[in-house]
């Protein structure tokens, strides 16, 4: 019976023997349609020069990824869409009508060093999309220029980005944009990281079918919170109210898309709320005391460095032996 | 890819079963069983026939150092003793029965054979005569021959009306049909613990009914569908209040966990009635709702099946146990044993895909884990041959649920990493 086992050939396998049907391509496709309403919007708002850079950003990518595969020949494949929404995202933080060659930077930046170099999703410490991005704004901040992308745009509104006229103008700046129109993302901004009404739909999306866990944004927003809080408290001349920070650029955008990526976010509770404090306190500070506005997406690598660190502070485990004398 | 469902926790979406099938459905004698001669655990059993022996159901065939005894669970003639692979441990001596025509041994015999009297045995000294050993221990893990004569210091005693995987009903339907006798004859068993609290778990959808039937002598505990609060060692700890370590047998702690069958057998030993019949749920592709049958012990897989006019070679995987925590076969000539309360069957196209792709560190797992544990860091630990850090991550907690596998989007090997650390982690170390 041992030796030559009678009977039926069957598979054998290490339980559990059902399995979720979850899959990391659906992953990355709940976070497409999570993001698709804002880039739906976008091309709704400024037309083919978003589709383009859209389009140009997601083809460069999943060419890059399979490219890449090619060549290093990793576990990640293109296969599985993480390629897509890392262009999608990049994209929605350029401007519109962004060079080519700046687009395809970017997606290089962001899906070969940020990602294929790591070894794939799940391998880099920091979200490729704000490296890509990070890369950029240090290289050829001028290219990122939003307002002058938007020179043919007739909005009745202040037409400077508002997180740069806060630079200029400090708290003053407020009064210069209808927050109705922040939230419906009339305002100076990239491709879609400013429509703060749509990404925020995309956001409850992911909230809704358990992509992201609540933590993070709630953090985020806290953090952003306390931030605006603080720098009021400091120094008045500066500090703009908390709501035109949450409504003003991409903090909607950090906050749902960025701090969440599941590869560079801490897994428990805690962790996460803490990291996404982190986040939205790092953006506000940089925000408002760096040179550059621009580098408020280093708030995310930072607060992604310190994601490992954060999820030590796990839980203990249950059913553990305890001092029987205690 | 499926859609629905989302919106669930990732541990929520465990298939709940459709109910079970009422009532259990008696399977006769097959022609040959296969009685291996161990159970789970440290337990082995010295043959007490040799081949070319006659033997009459009931009648003890091996019996351990401490008296507990196992029994042909057929009449007839024993055809050899040989080396089997039961779902859990390999290289078993077994006896082979090929039935015969021989009168069944009356209780009364069955204590003689065991050097016992009817009517002067001690009720412990029965039930280990009847093949079932000390009830204040648990099937599996827990299993060890060294409890005292008397019983240890019970403070608690959890009549468990059902059982953990979702596919497995034998226990629930054995509570229904025995509801009476478990209530008239749980005094004997319980005046051996006077100082216990005696719990009995149910379905929620079965608590009025457990309710009314059991009253106030026992504390009725309705536990809800979803399969992680099923989970059994979470949950008695949690209702006895007792921190009992996942290392700790219960009864070290004082709790002693009876499912409804062990339950019944414990009080029809008292009568002198063997335990050789057991119920086995078979579930999954053939079956519309879980369906309880009840065997002779070491009736084969592949005979429960046949008899309800399935066969396993048309299936993928046969798994003894439930879909979360069960052992797949490698052959359906499995002998069923006290312990093994279910078989499952998955069709061919039903099998889960092991991709095993690099792990995003999502955190599903580690937030589906009833143990708390870093499953996220633990398997990646293992993975990469760290198996000294894998420990500092306490894989000693694990449950073996199976949740976190369930839910990881990679489909990595899970339980498996985790395992490996619990079992090799220390040497590493």
Known sequence: MNETPAGARLNVAEAPHWRDASSLAQMQVLWLVALSPAAIASVTLFGQSALRVIALAVGASVALDVAANRVLGAKDSATNWSSVTLGLLLALLLPVGAPWWLVVVGCFLTVVVGKKLYGGWGGYPVHPVALGYAMLAVSWPERLDRTASLVGQAWDTTMIEPVRLLKTQGAAAEAAYAKVDLLLGIQVGGIGNALVLWLLLGGFFLLLVRQISWQIPAGALAGVVLGAVVVRLAAPAMGATPLFHLLAGSTVLTGCFLLTEVTTSPVNPWPMAIYGMLGGLLLVLIRVFSTNPEEAIFAVMLANLAAPLLDRLAPRARGLEVARDA | ???????????????????????????????????????????????????????????????????????????????????????????????????????????????????????????????????????????????????????????????????????????????????????????????????????????????????????????????????????????????????????????QHGVAVLPTEFALAALDAMHGRCFVRKTVTLAGRPFARPLTVRAPLGITVRQILASQGVDAAQFG?????????????????????????????????????????????????????????????????????????????????????????????????????????????????
């Not at chain 2, 009720?123 to 019983?151: K, L």
């Not at chain 2, 006798?181 to 379905?203: E, K």
Request: with cysteine; hydrophobic share 40%; proline share 9%.
């Open chain 2, 317 to 429: 995987r046969v798994v003894m146990g439930g879909p979360m925590m069960g052992h797949a076969l490698y052959t359906d000539e499995t002998p069923l044993s006290k312990f093994q309360h279910g078989v499952f069957l998955l069709g061919r196209d039903e099998l889960p895909a092991e991709v095993n792709l690099a792990c995003v560190n999502c955190g599903r797992c580690t937030r589906a884990c009833p143990a708390r544990l870093q499953v996220h860091l633990l398997a990646r630990y293992v993975e990469y041959d760290q198996l000294g850090d894998a420990c500092r991550f306490h894989p000693e907690a694990c449950l073996e649920c199976g949740l976190c596998a369930f839910v990881c989007p990679a489909r990595r090997p899970l339980v498996q990493l985790v395992k490996m650390a619990k079992r090799y982690g220390g040497v590493a170390a």
């Open chain 2, 1 to 251: 890819m499926t859609w629905s469902s989302l919106w669930k926790t990732p541990a929520a979406r465990v298939p709940r079963c459709p109910e079970g099938t009422p009532g259990i459905v008696e399977l006769p004698d097959p022609d040959e069983v296969v009685i291996p001669l161990e159970y789970p655990g440290q337990i082995l059993f010295r043959p007490l026939v040799q081949a070319g022996d006659q033997v009459a159901r009931y009648q003890p065939i091996g019996r351990s150092e401490r008296g507990n005894v196992v029994h042909a669970s057929i009449g007839g003639r024993v055809q050899e003793i040989r080396a089997v692979w039961t779902a859990r441990s390999f290289h078993v001596p077994a006896v082979v029965i090929r039935r015969g025509a021989v009168a069944d041994l009356t209780p009364a015999e069955v204590l003689v054979r065991c050097g016992l009297e009817s009517g002067t045995a001690s009720r412990i000294d029965a039930m280990r005569a009847c093949g079932v050993i000390s009830p204040w221990t648990t099937p599996g893990r827990n299993h060890c021959e060294s409890d005292p004569g008397e019983f240890p210091d019970v403070r608690h005693l959890v009549i468990e009306g059902f059982h953990e995987e979702p596919t497995i009903c034998g226990f629930e339907q054995l509570l229904l049909a025995n509801a009476e006798a478990l209530r008239d004859g749980l005094p004997r068993l319980t005046d051996l613990a006077p100082q216990a609290r005696i719990w009995l778990t149910v379905r929620r959808p079965l608590k009025a009914w457990a309710h009314k039937v059991f009253g106030a002598a026992v504390t009725v505990v309705g536990v809800p569908d979803d399969y992680r609060r099923r989970l059994a060692r979470p949950r008695i700890s949690r209702l006895t209040g007792i921190p009992i370590p996942r290392t700790a047998a219960y009864r």
